[in-house]
């Protein structure tokens, strides 16, 4: 091998949905980039002096990404460093297979300012992976009033959201999908009509009616929904809606797209493998805003997936300290962890079960997110940063939050057995994972 | 026989054959609470711990009195005399009471599910009073048997629950109880009140009360809450008592022998008129007579015994 290249990895299956490359090949790292990719497994011709080199490695068997992107995480510094950290948050990244997270600012303090963005950026310079920062789309998260958004993305924040809670005043969000529109920014919407959601713990549905547990309609995020579509098809700003939890969302999304609305949408790994359900044994884990749904909802958000109404994977990483979660079910704050876990159930509720193609599932956690976010990732290419998941396709393992990395161990999946699991995450060129 | 689990937390999943056994049981104990000296030993030894984190008259009198027929050593906390006021989670009070060292918890909370969560954290046996808008099993046992002494057998009886079935824990827990003894059952009330998909609990729903009467054997009123009219869910307890008041008027309509029921307290006027509420087909005092015997029953049940009560 020659000395101009620090680490290769060699033979597995190159999947890039960007350039729509799906074959074996080896991808050539040098420092923090891709230096070549070659259609051809160098491990073919070396089988003798197979692992002399311990640069090579074998990747055959495996899968090889772009680095996974989760655009929606809550990293909970600065505020709640109990429950998790930036540092603590991309350890958990690396390990699920993720090599960008973008953090929600729904912090304590909010991240609001260019100096809760610096403080952002300082704390991610020791992440394991990268780390963005979604600024506040108004300020103090009060729906109110809007940031400096030019401001935030001179500090490099990516885009804005008041995630965590809606932007409930109609006015506010016409003016914060206008004023981004010159910055060439999403606004991510969380969807929720606080009227109708008010005093509501989960899903409003027979299981809640059994429960006797108060409900959140599934209209509370619709209206909503309608309402943005609405605002963004009027402003010509561009709006993406989080976490879609319903049937009805699905359906609205589609039919905007198919308007010509410039929307685009995320599905969590939960709402697409969950339902309210499992509720039952009130399980606090369980707990999440939007809540868990019904398995008609279930259903539409798998097919939202599949024709590609919803654009992208998230996972929506709520840490939540143990003694919060370990009271009364209505008690407990909602949202549950899933970097650790989200790949895992891609590939055995959505690749297994054929409701995507590995490309597709792996756009939906690459190139997709990054094309919302305007990020330059997300792809396998000469000359790009050598960010790759090595993912085991086939490897069979039960969820043990008790491993996980992540602060906290909310997770409603403990147990669950899944097939498929983050085998090496690149960040520029260095391993930050191995299994 | 014995009961299948350790605690009480509802009727749902309970099968026939544990309620007629908790119902026999009862009719054993009712008999002592007729004797001269209303006192037997049974449980002497036992400690159990009657924790109410929400105001209750009837339920907390009915667990004391039948814990003291029992000769149980009894201990009582509310939940604004205690360490709750200093924040102290349920959790870490249950634990605490535990460690004192008890056989049983009788619990009463606001929170749906939070006698589930009591028997996730300790070992005693749970009793659920009352949780949430989930379940009340106590009092649809003690509404099962009062309507058993009357009706000998439950298969078939016609029964319709009015009232705020949506914040209703014995709306809940009678449907279960009495559709598992073969009766059928309806509900009455306004949309706002009525829970979702609530027909799949297998209970016809009305919105209409005279029609929900028709034909029935048994009414059972529920408490309408003042808060209802404030969350905007009633334009005004006159219209509801317009709609939904139980008036000798409308008992027309029921069948002959028809039984009225309801378990407390009452707002009378509102949903249900004294001349009812007090007339000779309704058994609510009874209700209560039997809430002892059936709260002894199950106190004695989950202590290990068996049927036999001498």
Known sequence: ?435 | MKLKSKDLLGLQGMSKQEIDLILDTAVSFKEILERPIRKVPTLRGLTVVNLFYEASTRTRISFELAEKRLSADLVNFSANTSSVQKGETLKDTVRNIEAMKIDMVVVRHSASGAPHFIANCVDSSVINAGDGAHEHPTQALLDLLTLREKYKSLKGLRVVIVGDILHSRVARSNIWGLSTMGAEVAVCGPPTLMPYEMEKMGVEVFFDLDKALEGRDVVMGLRIQLERQKGGLLPSLREYTNLFGITKDRLKRLNKNFTIMHPGPINRGIEITPEVADGPYSVILGQVTNGVAVRMAILYLLSGGEKKVE
């Open chain 1, 1 to 435: 091998m020659s000395e101009e290249y620090d680490l290769i990895l060699a033979g597995g299956k190159v999947i890039d949905p960007a350039s729509g490359l799906s074959k074996i090949g080896d991808i050539y790292i040098k420092g923090k980039k891709i230096a070549k990719i070659e259609a051809k497994n160098l491990l073919d011709s070396k089988r003798s002096k197979k692992s002399k080199d311990d640069r090579i490695i074998d990747a055959s068997g495996k899968i090889v990404t772009p680095g996974l992107i989760d655009m929606h995480v809550h990293l909970r510094e600065p505020g709640r460093e109990d429950e998790e950290t930036i540092y603590t948050g991309s350890q958990a990244a690396a390990a699920g297979g993720f090599t960008c997270i973008c953090c929600m600012p729904n912090t304590e303090p909010p991240i609001d300012d260019q100096e809760s963005v610096n403080f952002v950026y300082e704390k991610a310079r020791k992440a394991l992976c990268k780390v963005f920062c979604v600024g506040a789309a108004t300020k103090g998260l009060n729906g109110e009033e809007l940031t400096e958004m030019a401001d935030l993305k001179e500090a490099g924040a990516v885009a804005v959201s008041d995630d965590g809670k809606p932007i409930s005043n109609s006015r506010i969000m016409r003016n914060a999908l206008d004023y981004s529109r010159m910055l060439g920014w999403p606004v991510i919407s969380h969807c929720e009509d606080l009227d109708l959601s008010s005093g509501g713990v989960m899903n409003e549905s027979y299981t809640s009616t059994l429960l006797g547990l108060p409900g959140i309609p599934s209209l509370a995020e619709e209206i909503m929904v309608s309402r943005d579509l609405r605002l963004a098809e009027f402003t010509g700003g561009r709006v993406h809606i989080a976490h879609v939890s319903t049937r009805g969302s699905v359906e609205l999304i589609r039919a905007a797209k198919k308007k010509g609305v410039k929307i685009t949408s995320e599905a969590t790994p939960h709402h697409f493998s969950l339902t309210d359900e499992i509720i039952k044994t009130f399980n606090t884990n369980a707990r999440v805003n939007p809540p868990l749904r019904t398995q008609k909802d279930v259903e539409e958000i798998k097919k939202g997936l599949r024709d590609g109404t919803i654009d992208c994977i998230a996972t929506d990483h709520a840490p939540h300290s143990i003694e919060e979660k370990d009271v009364e079910f209505g008690a407990a704050p909602p949202g549950m962890v899933g970097l650790e876990t989200a790949l895992g159930l891609v590939i055995t509720e959505l690749v297994n079960k054929k409701i995507l193609s590995w490309e597709e599932a792996v756009a939906k956690m690459t190139v997709n997110p990054a094309r919302i976010l305007n990020l330059n990732l997300g792809r396998i290419e000469v000359g790009g940063s050598a960010d790759l998941t090595v993912v085991d396709p086939k490897t069979s393992w039960t969820v043990d939050i008790s491993q996980f990395k992540s602060k906290s161990k909310n997770s409603p999946f403990e147990g669950r057995k899944l097939t498929g699991r983050a085998w090496m995450t690149i960040v520029d060129g260095k391993i930050v994972h191995r299994l």
